[in-house]
């Protein structure tokens, strides 16, 4: 398998181009550039040939991704096969994959015509939809999950993966399952760099949506966000902190879950350490999977993280901020022995919520002097499963199908024999971020200025203790059996505890 792709070309800056002005250079690239887009546009539609090309480029980029040595070759290979995945969506995948493929390779030259591109793309596939909106649609993690499957039995009927050796169509398929199942951090990858690119946008697109209007959830200039806590919290941003007034510049709104996601998790890890007290002697914020416990590392009977973070994912590693999301399953758990905040169980469960949609303005009851109303979160509590099988997130059913992904044996062995009175040995915690909070307001901008720890040293979020959360996922699983569709499902029966 070569290097390169035969169907991809590199495009070069030539001296010309390098004596004109700025508004002519991004003139220049997007006019030489559009002949490929057109090309592989063209090229994607053409029956069998498209499939053809879309599985070479998926062999390839998987076998990238298995024979890559460091960190940073690895996270090129993922960025790439993601964009080998996108390839395969009908209509603009090819597009879409093409345009990211150039603004990647040379960030300073295309990114600031990336949404010309996408806009290009729209066009010739007679898509009516805003840069913005095809973006969202495309690194849909759920919809490209279902999709997987199929483009997995795609690879496998392809002449490119037949021509391999057994062992290495062994590694392909490993590496797409695993793709699979780890979409969200997969994509993570990608939005990172789009987190970038949007910023060298030559118009105004990060502030003012596709059809002239402001984009939704951006306050006027002089009007203060609020922190987690629902206080009015005006700009107080010193030369080492992020100002959360001009992180609405950003296209909040088009963030993907997946960075939404390791953000909440950052947030949520440095909560339950630094404010809940849950273990000491962690070295310094913001190490992840490098920093070390400088003390008696954390178990069953001394307090801190337990579960996975980092990257690569470790256990007992609390998160950085710009590493790749955890995916599915349990957020993190922490054993708070002998600590407060935890009900006096030993071990604590943690979800931990980030949203940039729906209603992104404070509850007015919030701004309220001694109000301890909180925003509600059942509708945050996912179902899973089909079937009897049936299960809401956080629930009790929900916490032991998830138990082993999370810890280790012998942890998850411990929190699943129950105390002496009959009670789980855990206390439930969900840890959210709501739009309107300072707290993701700030790490989102620390993220647009490569995540430096001392931009985002505040970690706030709203907190639901064990009996919110026991409230919160009762609401959610009434709501799974009003469908109707899952009789007979234990897991969806109301809690006592």
């Known amino acids: 398998m070569n290097d390169m792709n035969p169907y991809e070309e590199d495009l070069e800056l030539d001296e010309d181009e390098q004596k004109l002005d700025p508004q002519a250079q991004r003139q220049a690239a997007y006019e030489e550039a559009v002949v490929e887009l057109a090309k592989g546009i063209a090229l994607g539609a053409v029956p069998f040939l498209g499939q053809a090309i879309d599985a ?73 939809t805003s840069p913005e909106e095809l973006l969202a649609k495309i690194f849909d993690a759920g919809a490209l999950r279902a999709q997987l499957d199929e483009i997995i039995e795609g690879v496998e009927d392809s002449s490119a993966f037949e021509a391999l050796p057994s062992s290495l ?13 780890n979409l969200p951090s997969m994509l993570g990858i990608v939005e990172r760099r789009l987190l970038k690119w949007r910023r060298k946008q030559r118009n105004s697109s990060a502030t003012v949506s596709d059809n002239g209007q402001p984009a939704v959830g951006i306050k006027p200039k002089g009007q203060a966000r609020d922190n987690a806590d629902g206080k009015d919290s005006p700009s107080q941003a010193g030369p ?92 993190a758990v922490w054993c708070a022995h002998g600590c407060k905040h935890n009900d006096g169980k030993p071990f604590a469960i943690i979800d931990a919520k980030a949203s940039v949609s729906g209603k992104n303005k404070k509850p007015k009851y919030m701004s309220k002097p001694g109000n301890t109303r909180k925003p509600g979160i059942s509708s945050l509590l996912e179902g899973s499963g089909s079937g009897r099988n049936r299960v809401v997130q956080m629930s009790h059913e929900w916490i032991d199908k998830n138990m082993r992904r999370a810890v280790p044996p012998d ?5 699943r024999k129950k105390l002496p009175d009959g009670s789980f040995p855990y206390s439930r915690h969900i840890l959210y971020t709501p739009p309107y909070s300072d707290s993701l307001l700030t790490h989102l901008g620390a993220t647009f200025k490569d995540g430096a720890a001392e931009l985002h040293d505040e970690h706030a ?13 009762n609401k959610a699983k009434l709501r799974e059996r009003k469908t109707g569709k899952y009789t007979g499902a234990e897991g969806l029966m109301e809690e006592k505890q």
């Not at 690895?74 to 395969?88: H, P, R, S, T």
């Open 240 to 331: 080492n902190k992020i100002d959360t007034q001009k992180t609405r510049k950003y296209p909040i709104e088009g963030i993907n879950n997946a960075i939404l996601s390791v953000a909440g998790e950052h947030i949520a890890d440095y909560y339950c350490y630094e404010e809940l007290g849950w273990g000491s002697g962690w070295e310094a914020h913001d190490l992840g999977g490098a920093g070390q416990w400088t003390g008696a590392k954390p178990s069953a009977l001394v307090a801190g993280k337990l579960s996975r973070g980092g990257s690569p994912k470790d256990h007992q590693k609390l998160f950085k901020l710009t590493d790749p999301s955890f995916g599915t399953g349990i957020d």
């Open 411 to 415: 942890i998850a062995r411990k929190m």
């Open 169 to 181: 169509q062994r590694t392909v398929i490993n590496v797409l399952v695993i793709a699979r199942d």
């Open 56 to 128: 070479y480029d998926t062999v390839e980029s998987a076998i990238r991704v298995y024979q890559s040595e460091t960190a940073a070759s690895k996270e090129e290979a993922q960025f790439d096969l993601v964009l080998a995945i996108i390839g395969w969506i009908p209509g603009p995948g090819d597009g879409v994959k093409k345009s990211l493929r150039l603004v990647n390779r040379d960030p300073e030259r295309f990114a600031p015509v990336l949404f010309d591109f996408l806009r290009f793309v729209l066009e010739e596939c007679g898509i009516r």
């Open 461 to 473: 979020a709203i907190h639901y203790s064990a009996s919110d959360v026991r409230v919160a996922v």
